[in-house]
């Protein structure tokens, strides 16, 4: 049972650059979640998935685009990367709308 | 926008002792959550205590809760090394109670001296 995982864990982007970050579960988790976490910071929202199929914003959506084509996978796209996205990605699961579980990270550097 | 904010901002003990940190949110919540981080590491869940609870206890950890004055505290117990670690408070954004996504404070760091 891995839990949540990422991919990748680390990635260096020139700006206006795209990628996409993976998050992959295997607990059959309902909700997914993708956080960012900058110094010095708690984690904010940036998008969220209550099912497959369905995205909904967060607190800090622009510049990313999300999709659940499957229930154990989460998309996270940076179409054109800014140094502002520097940050360090978290992607959580639930499935009773409480406890979160958290992959550990992906560490994006944008120059 | 925030709606916990953990207190103090750092904390250094010595083994053994006690450690204790505080939250405070903004608007009523359904459950609050208490989060552990080690450095460079994912968030891992610690303990979840609902709006009509006061107290809570798992292992070392004690959590308090007191919707009246919108605030918590964690408690740490015989404090150990391996408690070294930022801690976090968070509650649910929208009503679900945490559906919508989690708000963090901005927590506190722990450090256990040996």
């Known amino acids: 049972n891995a839990g949540v995982t990422q991919t990748p864990k680390f990635r260096v982007l020139k700006t206006g650059q795209s990628m996409t970050l993976l998050c992959a579960q295997d607990m059959n988790h309902e909700y997914m979640y993708w956080y960012r976490q900058d110094p010095g910071m708690g984690l904010r929202l940036i998008h969220y998935s209550v099912g497959e199929g369905t995205t909904a914003k967060g607190e800090v959506p622009d510049g990313y685009n999300v999709s659940r084509l499957k229930k154990q996978n989460f998309l996270l796209g940076l179409e054109s990367a800014a140094p502002s996205q520097t940050s360090v990605y978290f992607c959580a699961s639930s499935s009773r709308l409480e406890t979160q579980y958290f992959g550990p990270g992906t560490r994006l550097l944008v120059l | 926008s925030q709606q916990g904010e953990e207190d103090p901002q750092a904390l250094s003990i010595q083994e053994g002792e006690n450690a204790t940190m505080n939250c405070s949110y903004k608007t009523s919540i359904n459950n609050l959550q208490w989060y552990r981080q080690n450095s460079g590491r994912g968030l891992v869940h610690l303990i979840l205590i609902r709006s009509n609870e006061r107290e809570k206890h798992s292992g070392r950890l004690r959590v308090t809760l007191d919707t009246s004055k919108k605030s918590s505290s964690l408690l740490i117990t015989a404090s150990r090394a391996a408690d070294t670690a930022s801690y976090f408070c968070?509650?649910?954004?929208?009503?679900?109670?945490?559906?919508?996504?989690?708000?963090f404070g901005k927590g506190t760091h722990l450090i256990i001296q040996p």
């Open positions: 968070a509650t649910g954004l929208g009503t679900g109670g945490g559906a919508d996504g989690l708000t």
